[in-house]
């Protein structure tokens, strides 16, 4: 089972950072300069062989609207030998991070947005995130 989805995100860049010239870019040099940061994401999720049948551990989110959020949760696959299926944890992290990552109080913090999430996972597991 795979999951895919692909977004462009323009978050401004908070930082300075170095000067590269932009090479093969498919933007004009015009509108390259009025942009501060490009952050373009595409996302796949392809599973360990042996997982394929519950579509792994691994879940991730990317944040609509243009708000340059995303995260991916790597379940911990040691929940297994608990028989917890180590998925459910991640995928429910993750979920609950799409849904909170509107809440205006965590948009620029993701240490807030983690703990929320948490708060609101029932499923048992852990992943790093």
Same mark, same amino acid.
Not at 11 to 31: G, T
Not at 40 to 48: R, Y
């Given at each position: 089972?795979?999951?895919?989805?692909?977004?462009?995100?323009?978050?401004? @860049?908070?930082?300075?950072?170095?000067?590269?010239? *932009?090479?093969? #870019?498919?933007?004009?040099? *015009?509108?390259? +300069? &009025? *942009?501060?940061?490009?952050?373009?994401?595409?996302?796949?999720?392809?599973?360990?062989?042996?997982?394929?049948?519950?579509?792994?551990?691994?879940?991730?989110?990317?944040?609509?609207? %243009? @708000? %340059?959020?995303?995260?991916?949760?790597? %379940?911990?696959?040691?929940?297994?030998?608990?028989?917890?299926?180590? +998925?459910?944890? =991640?995928?429910?992290?993750?979920?609950? =991070?799409?849904?909170?990552?509107?809440?205006?109080?965590? =948009? $620029?913090?993701? $240490?807030? *947005?983690?703990? &929320?999430?948490?708060?609101?996972?029932?499923?048992?597991? #852990?992943?790093?995130?």
């Amino acid at each position: 089972m795979a999951a895919s989805t692909a977004s462009r995100l323009s978050p401004p @860049c908070l930082h300075a950072a170095p000067h590269h010239p *932009l090479r093969r #870019s498919r933007f004009s040099p *015009l509108r390259a +300069a &009025k *942009l501060e940061a490009v952050l373009s994401i595409g996302t796949h999720v392809i599973p360990h062989p042996r997982k394929v049948e519950t579509g792994g551990e691994d879940a991730f989110f990317v944040g609509g609207d %243009g @708000c %340059g959020v995303f995260a991916i949760a790597d %379940g911990v696959s040691g929940w297994a030998e608990k028989n917890v299926n180590p +998925a459910l944890f =991640s995928r429910e992290l993750m979920a609950n =991070s799409s849904t909170f990552i509107k809440d205006e109080e965590v =948009s $620029q913090d993701p $240490q807030i *947005l983690l703990m &929320k999430a948490h708060a609101a996972t029932s499923s048992i597991g #852990s992943a790093t995130v």
